[in-house]
């Protein structure tokens, strides 16, 4: 054997010898080629997926802004923009809530959920006052992720618990560049949105306010062109009336004036005439005034001048006003009658009294007006604690149902009767209203067209004279307040050395606690009190939040201790979050005793057993 057959025998028996190793390592070069073909289709399906996903968010943007392009009514709008988010997005339920135009709460405007998912009820709402944080989190334009594992405040997480929200993300819609309601977008329970998912119905949020904006503005402008439409429209009617009505009693006095000349007239036609002259004097000297008085009020220069004097007094001489009206006389069947209970002798009020007399005779003016038979009365319906409600009741011709709106516009007259015309400017009632509510009251109108109005009007009483409390042995012997516990939520070591000293003689037991937090914590473990006493920031949201987690907790009254120097912005928030009066620094020795008393409970009223 040759030494080339030997090579080649040697060779056969090495490849013998690793043909196993490298077919195994063939196999293995191929499985792992496998593999990654394998990977690398999973990823183009997964690139075809987000492909399709973003095509058909693509497709929902450019719907929506078709939707929003088109001629569909406002409310129909929010009714299609979430059937193409439920289409495309795939999410559970949306809802959109809108805040009425108060900014108390946010009502639901609209919702879509898929398949058997729960609807709300149409009459849901998101109250701000008892969910301060969820308008807190909008107005700082912060998405609320309602999960259920996410850590939320107390009041949000009983709104998500009520309405059943799982994976809810709750996004700020906004107009005119305030917070003006929400859109909610919930996901099924075993389904986390990504952020893409999440910044694409941001943006969509976004557009939808563009639309609640734009109907916003809409709204404003048509109703300012309306106002303006019609004040154009009453001024018009006010100058051809007021030349009508100045033109009356100035042919009177012109003609009579004339007659007077005349040397024939008897004494009985020259008194006639010279009557004629006055009376048309006198309504013309009225009309000027009504006009005056409606640029004052206009203006803001109506002053108003506040005396006390005895309501009977004042009545008797308002009602001795009508005495020889010659209405009455002429209509024997025409008459004016006061209604003035025995039980209001003694009440004395606190008025303008040129002013409320003005009020009164203004609107029995209007009455005898519009009555031709029958009964006027004028007097006091009822009177409450600290107001009194009086009326003018005719039997007269009624006020349309259609034309009760406008019966306080300035300049208005309503045609009554297609038979007969009344004069007048039509600023009786306008005047009157706008004195009424300067004077602290408000005024109603109940009509029947063809049997006649009653006009209420209400004005306040003055206020009890509280106990004047000069020293300690006046405390201890008019305010004994034993058996009864105040809680003093204050952390300003003055006040309350200030206080301690005051209430430790009113053998009232005292519970001490140190903030708003305390409080609340010291009622959410069932403890109780008479009354409490906290210091509350009121210029801010979260300064409230406290007092309204306490008012759902107890029905234990707050007075809210507070630096504030506006008092009615103070005491308007403050009963809003709750509290039942509101106390300004520096406290007051007898001011803030006399509040405690007002507001706390009597004992027969108060059924809480931990004392």
Same mark, same amino acid.
């Given at each position: ?40 289709? /999973? ?51 949306? =809802?959109? =809530? ?33 969910? &301060? ?59 986390? &949105? ?10 969509? /949020? ?45 042919? /009177? ?90 039980? =209001? ?16 005779? $203004? ?14 009365? =004028? ?82 009483? &003055?206020?009890?004279?509280?106990? /004047? ?10 305010? $004994? ?60 949201? $979260?300064?409230?939040? &406290?007092?309204?987690? %306490? ?7 707050? %007075? ?52």
């Amino acid at each position: 054997m040759d030494s080339n057959s030997i090579k080649i025998d040697n060779l056969v028996n090495q490849l013998k010898d690793t043909a196993p190793e490298a077919a195994a390592q063939i196999e293995q070069y191929a499985q792992t080629a496998d593999n990654r073909i394998k990977e690398l289709e /999973s990823e183009i399906a997964k690139l075809r997926e987000q492909m399709n996903v973003n095509q058909q968010r693509h497709e929902l943007f450019i719907e929506s802004l078709d939707i929003e392009n088109s001629t569909v009514s406002y409310t129909d709008f929010f009714v299609r923009f979430l059937e193409r988010i439920g289409y495309h997005m795939n999410p559970k339920r949306l =809802f959109i =809530f809108l805040d009425d135009d108060a900014n108390v709460k946010s009502n639901l405007t609209c919702q879509w959920t898929s398949g058997s998912a729960k609807r709300l009820p149409p009459n849901c709402a998101i109250e701000h006052l008892k969910c &301060p944080s969820w308008s807190k989190t909008l107005n700082e334009k912060r998405m609320i992720r309602a999960e259920k594992d996410s850590e939320l405040p107390d009041d949000i997480s009983l709104i998500v618990k009520q309405f059943g929200f799982e994976n809810a993300y709750v996004f700020p819609l906004m107009a005119s560049g305030k917070i003006c309601g929400s859109l909610i977008y919930e996901t099924c329970a075993d389904r986390i &949105p990504d952020d893409l998912e999440i910044s694409y119905i941001n943006i969509l /949020s976004i557009l939808l306010s563009g639309h609640i904006s734009k109907h916003k503005t809409a709204e404003i402008l048509k109703r300012e062109k309306e106002h303006a439409q019609e004040a154009d429209r009453l001024k018009s009617a006010f100058l051809v009336n007021m030349s009508h009505d100045i033109r009356i009693p100035l042919n /009177s006095i012109l003609g009579f004036s004339d007659l007077l000349a005349d040397p024939d007239l008897t004494e009985t036609e020259r008194d006639e005439f010279i009557s004629l002259i006055d009376k048309s004097g006198r309504d013309l000297i009225s009309l000027v005034d009504n006009i005056i008085d409606i640029s004052k009020i206009e203006t803001g220069q109506m002053n108003i001048k506040l005396e006390t004097c005895k309501l009977k007094a004042l009545m008797n001489d308002i009602m001795a006003t009508y005495n020889h009206h010659p209405k009455f006389e002429e209509h024997s069947d025409l008459s004016l009658q006061l209604d003035f209970a025995e039980r =209001f002798n003694q009440l004395s009020i606190k008025t303008d009294i040129f002013r409320f007399r003005q009020i009164c005779i $203004n609107l029995i003016d209007n009455a005898i007006q519009f009555t031709d038979a029958g009964t006027i009365k =004028f007097g006091v319906s009822n009177a409450w604690e600290n107001t009194i409600e009086f009326y003018v009741q005719d039997t007269g011709i009624g006020i349309p149902e259609e034309s009760m709106h406008v019966i306080f516009q300035n300049f208005c007259k309503i045609n009554r009767t297609s038979t007969r015309e009344y004069t007048g400017t039509g600023l009786g009632l306008p005047i009157s209203k706008s004195l009424i509510e300067m004077l602290g009251g408000s005024i109603r109108v109940v009509s029947v067209p063809g049997k006649g109005s009653t006009f209420y009007f209400t004005h306040p009483l &003055p206020e009890k004279v509280p106990e /004047s409390v000069n020293n300690l042995h006046e405390i201890k012997s008019l305010f $004994n307040w034993e058996g009864r516990r105040i809680a003093i939520a204050d952390d300003i070591e003055q006040d309350r050395k200030y206080m301690e000293y005051i209430l430790n003689n009113t053998n009232a037991e005292i519970v001490w606690l140190n903030n708003d937090i305390e409080a609340l914590d010291y009622f959410k473990k069932g403890n109780t009190a008479d009354v409490l006493l906290m210091e509350m920031q009121l210029s801010s949201i $979260n300064g409230i939040e &406290p007092a309204i987690s %306490i008012s759902n907790l107890t029905e234990t009254p707050i %007075i809210a201790l507070t630096a504030n120097t506006n008092t009615n912005e103070t005491r308007s928030i403050a009963e809003k979050a709750g509290c039942a009066d509101v106390m300004s620094k520096p406290l007051n020795m007898s001011n803030l005793l006399n509040m405690i008393n007002k507001v706390m409970k009597s004992p027969e009223e108060n059924t809480d057993t931990d004392k």
